[in-house]
Protein backbone atom coordinates (compact mmCIF):
# COMPACT_ATOMS: atom_id res chain seq x y z
CA UNK A 1 0.00 0.00 0.00
CA UNK A 2 0.58 3.87 -0.62
CA UNK A 3 -0.13 6.81 1.14
CA UNK A 4 0.33 10.10 -0.45
CA UNK A 5 -0.08 13.41 1.80
CA UNK A 6 0.08 16.56 0.27
CA UNK A 7 0.96 20.19 2.50
CA UNK A 8 1.87 23.69 1.33
CA UNK A 9 -1.48 24.81 -0.56
CA UNK A 10 -2.67 28.03 0.51
CA UNK A 11 -4.10 31.33 -0.36
CA UNK A 12 -1.90 33.55 -2.54
CA UNK A 13 -2.28 36.81 -4.19
CA UNK A 14 -1.66 36.70 -8.24
CA UNK A 15 1.78 36.58 -9.06
CA UNK A 16 3.16 35.36 -6.06
CA UNK A 17 4.68 31.66 -5.27
CA UNK A 18 3.64 28.59 -3.77
CA UNK A 19 5.60 25.29 -2.99
CA UNK A 20 3.83 22.31 -2.69
CA UNK A 21 5.16 18.84 -0.96
CA UNK A 22 4.05 15.41 -1.05
CA UNK A 23 5.20 12.76 1.19
CA UNK A 24 4.94 9.08 0.18
CA UNK A 25 4.97 6.41 2.54
CA UNK A 26 4.66 2.76 1.65
CA UNK A 27 6.38 0.37 -0.88
CA UNK A 28 7.75 3.97 -2.83
CA UNK A 29 10.53 3.13 -6.19
CA UNK A 30 12.44 6.27 -7.10
CA UNK A 31 12.09 4.40 -10.79
CA UNK A 32 8.39 5.20 -10.92
CA UNK A 33 6.64 8.08 -11.47
CA UNK A 34 5.16 10.64 -9.44
CA UNK A 35 3.30 13.50 -10.52
CA UNK A 36 0.92 16.34 -9.82
CA UNK A 37 -2.74 17.00 -11.11
CA UNK A 38 -4.75 19.36 -10.41
CA UNK A 39 -8.97 20.02 -10.55
CA UNK A 40 -10.57 23.23 -10.61
CA UNK A 41 -14.30 23.54 -9.83
CA UNK A 42 -16.42 22.02 -12.57
CA UNK A 43 -13.82 20.87 -14.53
CA UNK A 44 -11.93 17.71 -14.96
CA UNK A 45 -8.84 16.23 -13.55
CA UNK A 46 -5.81 17.66 -15.30
CA UNK A 47 -2.00 16.84 -16.00
CA UNK A 48 0.31 19.45 -14.35
CA UNK A 49 3.68 17.71 -14.13
CA UNK A 50 5.59 14.41 -13.96
CA UNK A 51 9.35 13.14 -12.95
CA UNK A 52 11.11 10.05 -13.19
CA UNK A 53 14.31 9.11 -12.96
CA UNK A 54 15.38 12.13 -13.87
CA UNK A 55 12.61 12.57 -16.98
CA UNK A 56 10.11 15.49 -16.16
CA UNK A 57 7.37 16.43 -18.18
CA UNK A 58 5.15 19.61 -17.62
CA UNK A 59 1.54 20.95 -19.51
CA UNK A 60 2.44 23.90 -21.91
CA UNK A 61 -0.15 25.48 -19.28
CA UNK A 62 2.43 25.66 -16.62
CA UNK A 63 5.56 25.33 -18.28
CA UNK A 64 7.96 27.92 -17.43
CA UNK A 65 6.29 28.73 -14.23
CA UNK A 66 6.27 25.63 -11.96
CA UNK A 67 8.73 22.87 -11.35
CA UNK A 68 8.72 20.04 -10.39
CA UNK A 69 11.10 18.06 -8.31
CA UNK A 70 11.61 14.97 -5.99
CA UNK A 71 13.94 13.71 -3.00
CA UNK A 72 14.17 10.20 -3.56
CA UNK A 73 15.66 9.54 -0.27
CA UNK A 74 12.76 11.47 1.27
CA UNK A 75 9.95 9.58 -0.87
CA UNK A 76 9.05 13.15 -1.10
CA UNK A 77 7.80 15.28 -4.49
CA UNK A 78 7.58 19.07 -4.67
CA UNK A 79 6.00 21.58 -6.78
CA UNK A 80 7.35 24.78 -6.95
CA UNK A 81 4.59 27.41 -8.42
CA UNK A 82 5.89 30.43 -9.71
CA UNK A 83 4.05 33.65 -11.37
CA UNK A 84 0.41 32.45 -9.67
CA UNK A 85 -2.47 33.55 -11.68
CA UNK A 86 -6.17 33.09 -10.71
CA UNK A 87 -6.47 30.49 -13.26
CA UNK A 88 -4.26 28.30 -11.23
CA UNK A 89 -7.10 28.03 -8.53
CA UNK A 90 -7.81 24.01 -8.14
CA UNK A 91 -7.09 21.14 -5.84
CA UNK A 92 -3.80 19.99 -6.63
CA UNK A 93 -3.14 16.09 -6.19
CA UNK A 94 -0.17 13.92 -6.04
CA UNK A 95 -0.07 10.55 -7.90
CA UNK A 96 1.97 7.80 -7.46
CA UNK A 97 1.86 4.96 -10.21
CA UNK A 98 3.47 1.94 -8.90
CA UNK A 99 5.17 -1.10 -10.09
CA UNK A 100 2.17 -3.32 -10.12
CA UNK A 101 -0.08 -0.45 -11.98
CA UNK A 102 -1.67 1.00 -9.52
CA UNK A 103 -2.06 4.57 -9.42
CA UNK A 104 -2.53 6.04 -5.78
CA UNK A 105 -3.90 9.37 -5.40
CA UNK A 106 -3.26 11.83 -2.11
CA UNK A 107 -6.10 13.54 -0.37
CA UNK A 108 -5.29 17.09 -2.31
CA UNK A 109 -4.27 20.67 -1.23
CA UNK A 110 -5.91 23.76 -1.91
CA UNK A 111 -4.32 26.39 -4.12
CA UNK A 112 -6.77 29.68 -4.54
CA UNK A 113 -5.02 32.50 -6.47
CA UNK A 114 -6.86 36.01 -5.79
CA UNK A 115 -6.45 38.70 -8.69
Known amino acids: QVQLVESGGGLVQAGRSLRLSCAAS????????MSWYRQAPMKQREFIAS??????NYADSVKGRFTISRDNAKNTVFLQMNSLKPEDTAVYYC??????????WGQGTQVTVSS
Open 95 to 104: SYWSEDNVFY
Open 26 to 33: GRIFSSRP
Open 51 to 56: IVDGNI
